[in-house]
Structure formats: structure tokens, C-alpha cells
């Protein structure tokens, strides 16, 4: 019985770490659909690199097969508040539209395997649409990325209290679109990666994000890195909160 109880405590607080010497990278690139020659030229780059397409874009419905064809992960790149256009989910919309909402983004971009937000910095931090969100997500067998595009996300908070597969982006590669800035946020996930055994990174398609991915992601496993995919992040994980995103594996906004 004693056994048994210190079985339970351990999984309920403990951090998600690696085994002792491995760091395990998964990168996202959001905003595709857009461009075809863009969307093609992230396709091909180098391992299981996720593919998040917004539904409200001229290619979606065809590059989300293609993807899928490649045998890459596909996400639905789901617009919030303060995203705007007619997928978008907004404060004090009726659960009843949000969900009409979702389903109309999920028949856009087939063969998703679950979904994170765009934008969705005032979204995020509603409560009651968060958790209705995460277990109809539950209920389809997809699984959440938290974007974290605000400190005040309740998102992946309710996705743990429902038990739902997810994890959090730690790094944003190209808020400064410079090869530069884009290198060194590239080197800030592998070195969050190191400490914590794993990070999750999320760029876009723009063409220095694209020429550096290309250049460093062959050399990552030089540097004792793994490229993950997210369905491996998420085991990784085991849906705990990272250090830098909660204490003792539970998040900060529960």
C-alpha cells in the first residue's frame, strides 16, 4: 500500500526529465498554407518537424494532405482572439460557435493529429472555453500544444487537469527575423534542452527561419541533440510542466 501511494505521489509531481545525457528537440513551424513555394521548402526540411496550417488559407486543405502524404505531423494552427477572420475564437462567444468553429478549422486542414493557437494571447487566459476545449479534444484523440503566447495561458493548465496529451512551446525562433537572432534562439532551445532534457521550439516560414533550419538541423546530433517528433515530446513529457513553466510538474495557472 505504502509502495502503491509513493507510485501515485511520484506521478503526480514529477518533472518531466530526460534520461541522464539525452536532450530531445521538437520544432513547429506555424503559419503554413499560405505560400506554396514556402510551405514546399519547409516540407523538406530534415526530420520530424511538425507542420501547423491555419485553416483560413488559400492552400490548406491540399498542403495538410501533402504533408500528411510526407509522413510529417500535421496541426491545426486554430486562429484566437486576438487573431481575427471566421475560424477565430473570441472572449464571450457562445460555446456553441466556438465549437462550430472547430469543427469548420478541423474540415479545412485534414489528417490533423491535434492543434495549437494562434495568436490567442486574450483566449488563452478564459478559463471556461480552455477547458471545454480540452476535452473535446480529449473526446477526437487530439492532443494541445500551448503556443504560450502570453504568461497569463490557462491553456495547458486545463489540458493537464483533463489528462490531456500536450505540452508548452519554450522558444519562439523568430520574433527578430534575422539570421542572427534566429541562430541564437535556435542555440537557446538546444541549450534548454541540455538543462531540461527537452524543448519545444516554434518558428515560422519565413526565409531566414527556413535558411537556418536548413544549415543547423543536420548538425544537431554533433551537439548530442535529438529531433523529436511531438507525438515523442508528448510521451516524453508525460504532460508535466517544465521547470520553467510550473513547479513540481503542475503549472503555474491551475
Known amino acids: 500500500m505504502r509502495y502503491l501511494l509513493f507510485t501515485l505521489i511520484c506521478l503526480m509531481l514529477g518533472t518531466a ?4 545525457g539525452k536532450a530531445y528537440l521538437s520544432i513547429i513551424i506555424d503559419d503554413l498554407g499560405q505560400n506554396s513555394e514556402r510551405d514546399s521548402r519547409t516540407l523538406a526540411l530534415p526530420g520530424p518537424v511538425t507542420m501547423a496550417i491555419m485553416p ?13 502524404k510526407a509522413g510529417r505531423t ?3 494552427h486554430m486562429p484566437m482572439d486576438p487573431a481575427t477572420g471566421p475560424y ?35 483566449m488563452t487566459a478564459q478559463r471556461k472555453p480552455m477547458h471545454w476545449l480540452m476535452e473535446e479534444l480529449q473526446r477526437r484523440h487530439l492532443f ?14 486545463e489540458a493537464q487537469t483533463v489528462g490531456l496529451a500536450h505540452v508548452s512551446r519554450d522558444v519562439f525562433l523568430d520574433d527578430v527575423r534575422t539570421t542572427e537572432a534566429i541562430s541564437g534562439q535556435l542555440q537557446l532551445g538546444i541549450a ?8 519545444v521550439l516554434i518558428g515560422h516560414p519565413y526565409p531566414q ?46
Open 17 to 20: 526529465q530526460a534520461a541522464p
Open 56 to 68: 483560413d488559407t488559400p492552400h490548406a486543405t491540399d498542403f495538410a494532405r501533402q504533408a500528411h
Open 74 to 76: 500535421v496541426i491545426l
Open 88 to 122: 477565430a475564437w473570441h472572449p464571450g462567444t457562445p460555446i456553441e460557435e466556438l465549437a462550430r468553429r472547430l469543427n469548420a478549422a478541423l474540415a479545412k486542414v485534414p489528417f490533423a493529429a491535434g492543434i495549437n493557437n494562434h495568436m490567442g494571447s486574450r
Open 144 to 157: 494541445f500544444v500551448d503556443s504560450r503566447t502570453s504568461a497569463a495561458t490557462v491553456a495547458a493548465a
Open 192 to 199: 534548454q534542452a541540455r538543462k531540461q532534457g527537452s524543448a
Open 209 to 254: 527561419t527556413l535558411a537556418v533550419l536548413e544549415e543547423q538541423l543536420p548538425r544537431l546530433k554533433s551537439q548530442g541533440i535529438e529531433l523529436i517528433s511531438l507525438h515523442q515530446m508528448i510521451a516524453e513529457r508525460g504532460n508535466q510542466a517544465t521547470p520553467a513553466h510550473g513547479k513540481q510538474g503542475r503549472y503555474l495557472n491551475r
